[in-house]
């Protein structure tokens, strides 16, 4: 029998009609927000296993296009833009277009350092409101849509987490989640200091800590000193950024506007490091004593002494005080992967020409601390100019790559004190006479071609002739080395010789796959070979067509927690390289990865990495954040990857359900697209949005 309103209210039933209406109006509501809120995830979700790939070709779809700026009005008084150089032909189209210019602010601001509105003393809440604004514009409507959903995948992931703590974890676990919840309600915001910020390295670049330094004697101001708390702020796009021009045309050109730092055009001019050619920078191969090319100069160094044998008997170098890194650009034309360091300092962004250029390079200084590479790992260390004085403090920054060269490996010195005779240089030179007698390193060849002196030394493969020095000095360290060299002091000892010193790596690429260095230990023979086995499998039948990465336009690779390194090897044959990244809480593997013929160096992902902003292509992370997040924010992770990552290109994460899925939303604020695949793997991708169009002008 039909109801009669009008029967329900003269019978009075008012209850039950506001009853009613409420749940009309619930369902009304549901349906709306449903219609207009967009899925957190991609739909394809859907992955065939690893086991069903092996015998179906079928793969997910490619992401949707990335949103771009809006285009802007060009002024007619601006010029065209300048013709490519007629020595090098213009790069190929790209696979992703550069975005239009993003619009310029109203108020230009000025070039300057960025600022530091952080306090020691302060909480992340209160340094979160220098760079976030709990109540401003919001910046796209996706990101209002989507904000409720976000916040209850974060407060989910969270929660799910604190569940599994104790005691005290619970109620630290559940502050955390709640400083989370409120840090996301706000609007991200682009990092404050001027046309600076665009460069912005947190560990580098924090100028009230470097400007309280006593003293800068041994470089202290070059390294490492972390704000805190970090700043949770966006590093700006510079004004004009384009996608980089591919591998391997990228070598000999880059985008003028990515890297825009005319100085060393300049300063170097005569050596020829480096040109402008209208809106590019050209590098014709050159360096301070290779100003001839650094090709001629590799094979003067393969002449001088035929047993170095490029990329057979040499596999894995690094170089000192690098300049634009042509030198490691050039060697691997010879199978040889170079570990290119130099520090921030006036020779302005030449770290950053490297990595822009698809060249291994990192931010480093042989200052009072450690490098942060193990034991034995380097084949050959090179120096050319490199500006460092090796006998300083006692020879310890001798005594530092002495450390990590391997029994047996090579140094190569080309510096004036080789060739010149005036009375600095020869003094220079006899204090490395008796510094390097000191440390039983043999002098095996000392030449001189025209512009280019060079001695190469070797390091001994016995320790007795540390017995036999008539003066114990250096003495030998006491005691095994601690191999995690991170934030750990310079020593003034030598280290014991492993055994096994006299046994060079087999010849590349047999090192790649022959686990020598394990010597008697069987467990970890087959730990090693199994892991192998696995990353080439998963690699070669799902990575390269399962996600919808676009793997031609991938030239720099970060493997957060590479392990063994076999996500790098299994890459091995693509045009890419990979820096293996060893996690400092993790098992110590990057002794192996060297062994490989692999690059890699130890971090702390608590922190900033020491690398310029946009200068990888894919980030890779297996079993990381679920162990991260025990230790630290993965927020501030989470602003690390989208700092050094490309616009445009990937982060490829394999971890438990509950940690990609915080992770997830954490990205999806940051404007990513993510997908989710079999509940283990995120795939996000960075695009070019930045808060309020993140122009800064230079």
Not at 12 to 40: D, G, N
Not at 384 to 390: D, G, L, P, Y
Not at 394 to 410: A, Q, S, T
């Amino acid at each position: 029998m039909p109801i009669s309103v009008g029967k329900l209210f003269q019978e009075r039933k008012y209850p039950f009609i506001f009853t009613l209406s409420f749940l009309i109006l619930c369902v009304i509501l549901l349906l709306l927000s449903i219609s207009q809120s967009p899925a957190y995830f991609s739909s394809s979700t859907n992955l065939p296993s690893l086991s069903k790939l092996s015998s179906s070709s079928s793969s997910s779809p490619p992401p949707p296009p990335l949103p771009q700026p809006p285009p802007t009005s060009t002024s007619p008084s601006s010029s065209p833009p300048s013709p490519p150089p007629p020595s090098l032909p213009p790069p190929p189209p790209l696979s992703l277009p550069p975005p239009p210019p993003i619009k310029e602010n109203s108020q230009p601001q000025r070039d300057q350092q960025p600022s530091d509105d952080n306090s020691h003393n302060k909480s992340n809440n209160d340094n979160n409101e220098a760079f976030i604004s709990d109540s401003g514009k919001k910046s796209a409507p996706d990101q209002v849509a989507s904000r409720g959903d976000n916040q209850a995948l974060v407060s989910d992931g969270l929660q799910k987490g604190s569940q599994e703590q104790r005691g005290e974890q619970i109620s630290s676990a559940s502050a955390e989640s709640n400083e989370n919840e409120n840090f996301l309600k706000s609007d991200w915001r682009v990092c404050k200091g001027g046309g600076a910020t665009v460069d912005y390295i947190p560990c580098l670049d924090n100028w009230k800590a470097i400007k309280a330094i006593r003293s800068r004697r041994h470089m202290e101001h070059r390294e490492r000193h972390c704000p805190k708390p970090l700043r949770r702020c966006l590093v700006p796009l510079p004004r004009g950024y384009k996608t980089p021009i591919p591998w391997p045309q990228s070598r000999d050109m880059i985008w003028f506007d990515n890297v825009p730092h005319p100085k060393l055009v300049e300063y170097k001019k005569d050596q020829n490091w480096v040109r402008k050619s209208g809106d590019y920078l050209v590098f014709p191969g050159g360096g301070t004593q290779f100003r001839d090319g650094a090709a001629n100069y590799i094979n003067f160094i393969e002449k001088i002494l035929p047993s170095i044998q490029w990329g057979k008997n040499i596999r894995v170098i690094l170089d000192v005080g690098c300049g634009v890194a042509s030198f490691g650009g050039y060697l691997l034309d010879r199978n040889v992967i170079t570990m290119s360091f130099a520090p921030k300092d006036e020779h302005e962004a030449q770290i950053q020409f490297a990595l822009e250029r698809g060249i291994p390079a990192t931010l480093s200084v042989i200052g009072t601390q450690k490098l942060t590479f193990p034991d034995n790992a380097y084949d050959l260390i090179h120096c050319a100019r490199c500006r460092v004085h090796w006998d300083a403090d006692g020879g310890r920054p001798l005594m530092e790559l002495n450390r990590i060269l391997r029994p047996g490996g090579f140094f190569v010195w080309s510096a004036t004190p080789v060739y010149r005779n005036e009375e600095r240089d020869q003094g220079v030179w006899n204090a490395m006479v008796a510094l390097t007698k000191a440390i039983c390193w043999k002098v095996l060849t000392k030449t001189l071609d025209g512009r280019i002196g060079v001695v190469i030394y070797q390091k001994p493969v016995s320790s007795s002739c540390y017995q036999e020095r008539e003066q114990k000095n250096p003495p030998i360290c006491d005691g095994e080395t601690r191999n995690i060299s991170w934030y750990t002091p310079l020593g003034r000892c030598l280290p014991q010789l492993p055994p096994g010193a006299n046994i060079w790596p087999p010849s590349w690429p047999e090192r790649l796959t022959i686990p020598f260095s394990f010597s008697a230990e069987t467990n970890a023979q087959e730990a090693f070979l199994s892991d192998t086995k696995e990353w080439s499998k998963l690699v070669s039948e799902l990575y390269m067509s399962g996600f919808g990465i676009n793997w031609t336009s991938v030239r720099n690779v970060m493997d957060m927690n590479a392990h063994y390194g076999g996500f790098a090897a299994a890459l091995i044959d693509k045009p890419l390289w990979v820096m293996n990244i060893i996690p400092i809480h993790e098992q110590d593997t990057l002794p192996i990865i060297f062994d490989r013929g692999l690059i890699g160096i130890y971090h702390d992902w608590c922190e900033p990495f020491n690398t310029y902003p946009r200068t990888y292509d894919l980030l890779h992370a297996a079993s990381l954040f679920s162990k991260l997040t025990k230790r630290c924010n993965i927020i501030d992770t989470a602003v690390e990857m989208d700092r050094i990552l490309r616009p445009g290109r990937w982060a490829l994460i394999q971890d438990t359900k509950e940690a990609i899925g915080e992770l997830g939303a954490i990205l999806r604020t940051l404007h990513w697209q993510v997908s989710l695949y079999e509940d283990q793997y995120l795939v996000g991708r960075k695009g070019f949005w930045r808060p309020d169009g993140g122009h800064v002008e230079r």
